[in-house]
Nanobody
Framework: VQLQASGGGLVQSGGSLRLSCAAS????????MTWYRQVPGKERELVAS???????NYPNSEKGRFTISINDAKNTVYLQIDSLKPEDTAVYYC???????????????WGQGTQVTVSS
């Protein structure tokens, strides 16, 4: 299974971005997919997560500006970020907890990260 993150870029403060994370491979069941972000020198921070059935979860500080969603095929997750702030600048990573056909569940599938840079 591979995760491909995309959609990052340079945007002005107040703007919006939509990040995508596409999972490919022999996926039997997607349990959850989670977006994290990381700034150099700091720990990776959870931004939002969603289950395969579409139940979303946000840390309190992110609710309102971040919207996570999943497509009907349950293989692509989106993160809509509105009213971007310079402090949102980070590399955004997606993580999946899923089961491949014929294998035990794993929660250590990671995308390569996509850079979001917000200018003031």
């Amino acid at each position: 299974v591979q995760l491909q993150a995309s959609g990052g870029g340079l945007v002005q403060s107040g703007g919006s971005l939509r990040l995508s994370c596409a999972a490919s491979g022999s996926i039997y069941n997607l349990k959850t997919m989670t977006w994290y972000r990381q700034v150099p020198g700091k720990e990776r921070e959870l931004v939002a997560s969603i289950t395969g059935s579409g139940s979303a979860n946000y840390p309190n500080s992110e609710k309102g500006r971040f919207t996570i969603s999943i497509n009907d095929a349950k293989n692509t997750v989106y993160l809509q970020i509105d009213s971007l702030k310079p402090e949102d600048t980070a590399v955004y990573y997606c993580n999946a907890h899923l089961t491949e056909y014929g294998r035990l569940p794993r929660d250590d599938y990671w995308g390569q990260g996509t850079q979001v840079t917000v200018s003031s």
